[in-house]
């Protein structure tokens, strides 16, 4: 085996790769939710001072990872907004970069189910479940 298929076989092996076409010899590696990025050891939490919603860092070494991000207040009026500029940010007109969509895009990755919103508001990242669960079900 080459080490490109060395390299997919490690991937997978490790559980930080998944095929996106159900085609066994093309593995990606994806973002895994709360609870498995948990179990590998990566650790949530609120960032404490300002900067944009989708500023992202990650603290740390090897076993001892956190991922830092802006806590989300979610409210009636939030999803409908975000799912605004989700929507302004995919126009051909729309020249910038995509910076909403793909936050949203990260956020759908990190959660699975009600275990997951519940790790990321224990981490002070999310408030209100019930608005978090909503904006899961519609991106």
């Not at 939490?45 to 990650?58: L, V, Y």
């Not at 007109?93 to 959660?111: G, Q, V």
């Amino acid at each position: 085996m080459g080490e490109k298929g060395e390299k997919q076989k490690r991937i997978n092996k490790d559980g930080f790769g998944k095929s996106l076409t159900g085609d066994k010899s093309k593995h990606w590696p994806l973002i895994h939710n709360v609870k498995e990025l948990k179990d590998k050891g990566i650790r949530f939490k609120a960032r404490e001072r300002g900067g944009a919603i989708t500023d992202i860092d990650f603290k740390g070494r090897c076993s001892m990872t956190t991922l830092i991000l802006a806590p989300i207040f979610l409210h009636n009026t939030t999803v409908p907004l975000l799912l605004n500029l989700k929507a302004y940010e995919l126009c051909p007109d729309f020249k910038e970069n995509c910076e909403i969509t793909s936050h949203l895009s990260f956020l759908h990755s990190l959660i699975d189910d009600g275990e997951d919103v519940k790790e990321l508001r224990d981490a002070g990242v999310l408030h209100n479940d019930w608005e978090t669960m909503k904006l899961q079900r519609s991106c």
